[in-house]
């Protein structure tokens, strides 16, 4: 656990889309502190994913941005971020248990048991051996939520998150270590034990 008093500092931060050469967010600021969560809401297109990019180096950002008190993308820091996708961005054939374990072995984890034990945790227990083309929309979400908790990272970025159990009881697990989570809700259905809530407003499609 990084020592870090802000997860994430965002001033006056402006994100390319993050599928093109425009805008999607702007004017916009953000502190996350250790222990706390923030839900960031909006319509579609609002810019919610291109925003979760940005903050991990892979749409460019201008203004102020700090992730765990360094750069965006930064090496040093990458390991220490749990990522949960939106869609269904696997590899054809894999199952759940590789996909992990691979995203595991980039946080440093080692042997079966920290993939094991953050599929359990997302709901997926009984899905190891389970390809991903085989998984329904609850069990792909569920298989994200587990690549974001492999090896307890310290801060939880979560795209479209669902209001699940599992989900609460990740960011809530997060908090008490130390750690914080952003989440994005495309629906606005997270309720207050979610995080606080941080509007963006509309802006191009996403």
């Known amino acids: ?29 953000l502190s996350l502190g250790a222990g706390e969560s923030i839900v960031v809401t ?3 297109g609002s810019g919610k994913t291109s925003l979760i ?8 950002t201008t203004g102020e941005v700090r992730v765990l008190g360094a ?3 930064s ?6 971020i749990g990522f949960a996708p939106q869609g269904r961005p696997y590899p054809p054939g ?30 997926l227990a009984d899905d190891v051996e389970t390809e991903v083309d085989d998984l329904d929309v609850e069990q792909n ?6 690549c974001a908790l492999v090896g307890d990272p310290d801060l939880l970025l979560i795209d479209d998150a669902w209001a699940s159990p599992e989900t609460l009881a ?23 034990r979610f995080g606080r809530r941080l509007a963006l407003p509309a802006a191009t499609d996403e």
């Open 1 to 29: 656990m990084g020592d870090d008093a802000q997860l994430l500092h965002l001033v006056d931060v402006a994100v390319l889309h993050h599928r093109g050469p425009e805008p999607a967010v702007v004017d916009f600021n």
């Open 42 to 44: 909006g319509d579609e």
């Open 53 to 60: 990019y940005g903050l991990l180096g892979l749409a460019q």
């Open 71 to 73: 750069a965006p993308g």
């Open 75 to 80: 090496p040093r820091t990458r390991p220490r």
């Open 94 to 123: 894999s199952t759940c248990g590789e996909i992990v374990g691979l995203v595991g072995t980039v946080r440093g984890t080692q042997g079966d048991g920290p993939a094991n034990d953050a599929l359990s945790r997302a709901g």
């Open 141 to 146: 979400r569920r298989l994200a939520l587990a």
């Open 170 to 192: 990740a960011v809530e697990s997060a908090r008490a270590a130390g750690g914080g989570a952003l989440l994005t809700s495309a629906h606005d259905d997270l309720d207050e």
